[in-house]
């Protein structure tokens, strides 16, 4: 169900609701600016873009990308607004990591800076900001392996949790992977920037900068799509959109191609092992049971079947997926001052408490950069990626080196 509409109960905030609003914008009845009439941004402004109308609406609404569309229109009318442009463009802010990481952390210390943050930026000096790792990924040496796979690391795995990323990397490896990383292209205008798919940008309208973004990282595999080679992913919110979004961005044949061969972690691994084209020997964790909550994206595309095989290759691992909807955090959605209130909410609906009454000695997983956020700040509890917990059941004689 619309996670905004269960917590508010509000006809208005369901798909329905806004789709009614939608057409009166499209209708004229919202006068000249209908973009940013108050009837259209109230009905859209709790929407996080979970996807799951697309799946359970009996006809299958796509508002996550309704209100991208709706996002991009408001911005052309009335201007990006300052927090959005700043969240936005994050992938280039990481050029600068260790200023960056300097400045979070001195903001997330300081009451003082978090109230001007709410001021002039619309942050909630309630919330506590991301913090970039100390280093960030490095890919290890290239690997040997009978069938190859293209790596993709995210902005967020790659400096924010590289241990993500390096465990998906021996992990692969251990199966018997060559694994490549994948760089830009040698064309690229900016070869020293990593690669993103563009999700920051798209999730808050700004869709000629995402498509740019795309573009870069089509061109940079370019050579995969033309062998055939799969791409592998870790962030449920990037893979996803190249799987959805990013067929509405006019990218042509490439994007098309680009759908069919690129995977989650672990519809990858649960893929491979049912053609069994791989041997992964795991030994049982060091763990009584482990909790597992779905990113948005995963559910809405069926993508917890996937895990929930790649779990039962774990020798003796007991696992329970939590019933939940969203999380709240949603991108930088829980993070804005006029959300923080309704983010919570939607997290203590069932997801923060099913955390808070696991035991100690209960693992957490959840594969979304925002969903390990969220239970961070609202359980005090750190989940971690399924490629991590994977990487731990690698047999000592399988496991490949950590890289980070």
Known sequence: MCPSFRITDDARQSPGGRVLALKAALNGELGDMPFTHSQLVEAMDLCVGCKGCKRECANGVDMAAIKIEYQAQRNAAGGVPRRDRLMANLPHWLRWR????????????????????????????????????????????????????????????????????????????????????????????????????????????????????????????????????????????CILSLRDEHLKLGLGEAAQALAKQVYLFEEFIAREHDRKNMALSLKPVTLPKALVHGHCHQKAVGAMKSLRKVLRLIPGLEFEFIEASCCGMAGSFGLDVEHCDVSMQMAEADLLPAVRAAGEDTALLANGFSCRHQIEEGAGRKPMHVAVLMQEALNPSASAPRAW
Request: include cysteine.
């Open 98 to 237: 260790g200023v960056l990481a300097r400045l979070v952390a001195w903001r997330n210390g300081s009451p003082l800076l978090k109230a001007w943050g709410e001021r002039w930026l619309g942050i909630s000096a309630r919330r506590t900001l991301p913090q970039p790792a100390p280093s960030a990924y490095a890919a290890p040496a290239s690997t040997t392996g009978d069938k190859a796979v293209i790596l993709f690391v995210d902005t967020f795995a790659r400096h924010f949790e590289p241990e993500i990323a390096a465990a998906a990397h021996a992990v692969l490896t251990a199966a018997g992977y060559h694994v490549q990383v994948l760089a830009p292209a040698a064309n690229d205008t900016e070869p020293q920037r990593p690669l993103c798919c563009g999700r920051t940008w798209l999730s808050l309208g700004l869709v000629d900068e995402a498509r740019r973004e795309a573009a870069r990282m089509l061109e940079a595999l370019r050579p995969a799509l033309e062998s055939g080679i799969p791409v592998v992913g870790l962030e449920p919110s």
